[in-house]
């Protein structure tokens, strides 16, 4: 089934985007579209593409964050042949494909540093060089970058070149998040049973009332494409029932406890740091209470092996004619062995890397990372230096 080619929803927020992305889509000016995962950032970029003046030539899209740091240049602007292992023949590159047309750019946030650069000359002059070549080729090419992530905070912390970022956001356009344009969730998921039913031949009975108030209660943390997920689940595993609440909210409890179990690759690299130091607290407090348990048996073995001491009744301070001491302060908890979140995650790394035999790809799964994050790490801990992960992976 083709894509569609508009924006869809009533709610006021959509209707004043969807009137300033018209107004852009006239010019040539490069767009920055920002927004939530699964926002809907693509269709808003075809969206642009579809009024613009480029509307009859190519729409390239490109995923950034998928494509490989060490390959993203080549498949950007081509290579020629030889001009690196593998490269058996000369290939174009999405800009020369996506030339007179429109290329966009998802995840630009995850694009390097050096390529960034090479990138902004092509906004700046549409030249650029094939890979392997010293040959300078110009492309007429309109760019629409997206990401989720805070370009602002990025600059500041020199993971994005400023001049790149400002020269990205030349128009920058926000797309607000389903929770908070409530009046169109019914609106797409309609959308989505009509596409559904045509592409697999189904019949939908449709939502009760009280399932129709569950969907605009919904929080909708994966956004449009949460709700579309949704629908096609609700179509294929309940075979043409009307859904009420009860069924509504199965799948959704059901798909909220798979969150915590299935790795998302879309997810934020804060989010898979944030369940690693979690596990590793949570490991760290059981070690703690085993440590605190077994010494509090040989405490209490070494008590009762010591003879009974035959001593005075004890004599209390108001019987000594003395006034009530101060109770005793309490003692600081012993800290001693206690690692940092970076120790621990640097020892959990490691180790889970030994167990794998240095196999990376493996040791990203049972992390629940993705490898270019595990890449990362390790180069930031410097643990490929380990002796203990020398052997070759396999």
């Known amino acids: 089934m083709s894509r569609t080619t508009d924006f869809l929803g009533q709610s006021t927020p959509i209707q004043e985007l969807k009137h300033l992305a018209i107004q852009v889509a006239q010019t040539e000016a490069t767009v920055l579209i920002t927004g939530e995962t699964g926002s809907g950032k693509e269709v808003l970029s075809r969206f642009i593409h579809a009024n613009s003046k480029r509307s009859h030539l190519n729409f390239i899209p490109v995923n950034c964050g998928a494509i490989p740091a060490g390959i993203l240049e080549s498949e950007l602007f081509g290579h020629e042949k030889g001009a690196f292992t593998g490269a058996l023949q000369s290939r174009k590159g999405y800009f020369e494909s996506a030339d007179k047309g429109t290329i966009f750019l998802d995840e630009i946030g995850e694009m390097p540093l050096e390529t960034q650069v090479k990138l902004l000359r092509v906004i700046e002059t549409g030249e650029y060089q094939k890979v392997g070549s010293s040959e300078t080729r110009y492309t007429d090419t309109r760019l629409i970058a997206a990401t989720n992530r805070n370009l602002q905070q ?205 196999n990376k790809r493996r040791t990203a799964k049972l992390l629940g990372i993705n490898e270019r994050t595990l890449y990362r790490k390790i180069g930031k801990y410097g643990i490929e230096n380990d002796d203990r992960l020398q052997a070759p992976e396999s």
């Open 154 to 358: 990025a600059v500041t912390e020199k993971n994005f070149r400023e001049d790149f970022y400002y020269r990205l956001r030349s128009v920058e356009l926000h797309i607000p998040p389903l929770r908070e344009r409530g009046q169109d969730i019914l609106i797409l998921a309609e959308y989505f049973i009509t596409r559904f039913e045509q592409q697999h031949g189904l019949l939908f009975e449709g939502f009760t009332s009280d399932a129709s108030e569950i969907l605009l209660r919904y929080s909708w943390p994966g956004n449009i494409r949460e709700l579309k997920n949704l629908i096609e689940s609700l179509l294929i595993l309940e075979k043409g029932k009307q859904i009420t609440s009860e069924i509504l909210e199965k799948h959704l409890v059901q798909r909220n406890r798979d969150k915590g179990l299935v790795h998302d690759p879309e997810r934020s690299e804060k989010n898979e740091l944030s369940l690693i130091y979690n596990s590793l607290i949570q490991l760290h407090h059981e070690i703690s209470d085993i440590r605190r348990l077994l010494l509090h048996r040989e405490q209490n073995d070494t008590t009762e092996r010591k003879p009974p001491l035959l001593l005075p009744p004890p004599v209390t301070e108001l019987q000594s004619g003395t006034l009530p001491s101060t109770p005793p302060a309490e003692t600081e908890p012993d800290v001693t062995g206690i690692m940092t979140l970076e120790e621990l995650e640097k020892k959990t790394i490691a180790d889970t890397l030994e167990m794998c035999k240095g």
